[in-house]
């Protein structure tokens, strides 16, 4: 349980004992009244263990299942999108369609700039939200899968090295993996993963036209 629990039993047998109650019944009361407490006060902390563990596993599933897309991304980028769709029971979705059931206006809306071509979109059933994932071809060979989730997600990238840098004026996460880059930032109220950058200028110039599209 938190640290906090004992302290407050403590503090409640304190009271108890300075109220200096004369009659039976106020005793048995005070006494009934304590035990209920601390067995609150137990099942909180037990909730909390219990929550902290959930959570944990979470974390590093997360972070093996991600992994793993990242290794094989880098060689096989179908592949790896492919079991990422898997583990996540993630199901296909035209762009124009996913607004209605994200509730929010995806980034992705507007498209890519000309030199990319729209490959595939789908919704995952992440632990972290129900995340958007699109893929799009380079007209000049490689893929870039683009993510966008409620919440930054640190996890994803595990013990990898990581710098930051202003890509357009936001302050961008980046991550070199396997002869590419994964790049992180916020937009609006949410935040935006790519993964397949060739580079920081790469990321810069998505940043760019995300920004330029922002509201709209």
């Given amino acids: 349980p938190p640290r906090h629990v004992w302290p407050r ?13 004369s009659s039976t019944a ?10 209920l407490s601390v067995s609150v006060l137990l099942l909180i902390g037990l909730a909390w263990a219990v929550n902290s563990h959930w ?3 979470q974390d590093h599933e997360m ?8 290794d094989t ?13 898997h583990i996540y029971s993630g199901r296909p979705i035209a762009i124009a369609d996913a607004a209605r059931e994200l509730k929010y206006q995806p980034v992705v809306t ?15 059933k992440m632990p972290c939200c129900l995340c958007l994932e699109v893929c799009y071809h380079r007209k000049s060979g490689g893929m870039i899968c683009v993510f966008e989730h409620n919440d930054a997600q640190p996890a994803w990238f595990g013990n990898r090295p990581a710098s930051s840098k202003v890509c357009s004026g936001k302050p961008t996460r980046l991550v070199p993996v396997d002869g590419h880059l994964a790049a992180t930032w916020q937009h609006d109220r949410r935040h935006i993963t790519v993964i397949g950058a060739k580079d920081a200028d790469e990321v810069a110039r998505l ?3 995300f920004e330029r599209h922002r509201g709209l």
Avoid: K, W
């Fill in 55 to 57: 959570h944990d596993h």
């Fill in 110 to 124: 507007h498209g890519l700039p000309d030199d990319y071509d729209l490959a595939q979109a789908c919704l995952l």
């Fill in 63 to 70: 972070v093996e299942n991600f992994g793993r897309f990242l």
């Fill in 9 to 21: 039993i403590a503090a409640q047998l304190s009271a108890n004992q300075a109220g200096g109650e």
């Fill in 73 to 85: 991304f880098g060689q096989t980028p179908d592949a790896a999108v492919e079991d990422l769709v």
């Fill in 26 to 35: 106020r005793p048995r009361r005070s006494r009934r009244a304590m035990l």
């Fill in 207 to 209: 940043v760019e036209h």
